[in-house]
Nanobody, 121 residues
Framework: VQLQASGGGLVQAGGSLRLSCAAS????????MGWFRQAPGKEREFVAA????????KYADSVKGRFTVSKNGPENTAYLQMNSVKPEDTAVYYCAASSQFSTQTTEYFNWGQGTLVTVSS
């Protein structure tokens, strides 16, 4: 499966943005869809993950209560709804797949090209 993140852009602090992750190819129920981000000069970090079969989710503490992951199964698309964004959310956001319900980048594969989110203060 190939993944492509989109929907990034410039948003003011306190605003909202929804990112999409479109999959070409079949997403198996055993898959986990993960969202990660990488700010300039920093390592890629976990943001959120969702188990495709039952939509169980987990979030990084830094985004808990502000970001929500969801999916549109028939369209093979996952979403990251970002609310109450902060300047520190500025980063390139990536989606990837895993067979593990993990927060570790090394457990994920099929990384797509990222989408840039810039939050202005």
């Amino acid at each position: 499966v190939q993944l492509q993140a989109s929907g990034g852009g410039l948003v003011q602090a306190g605003g909202s943005l929804r990112l999409s992750c479109a999959a070409s190819g079949r997403i198996f129920s055993s898959h986990v869809m993960g969202w990660f981000r990488q700010a300039p000069g920093k390592e890629r970090e976990f943001v959120a993950a969702m188990r495709w079969s039952n939509t169980n989710t987990k979030y990084a503490d830094s985004v808990k209560g502000r970001f929500t992951v969801s999916k549109n199964g028939p369209e093979n698309t996952a979403y990251l709804q970002m609310n109450s964004v902060k300047p520190e959310d500025t980063a390139v956001y990536y989606c990837a797949a895993s067979s593990q319900f993990s927060t570790q980048t090394t457990e994920y594969f099929n990384w797509g090209q990222g989408t840039l989110v810039t939050v202005s203060s």
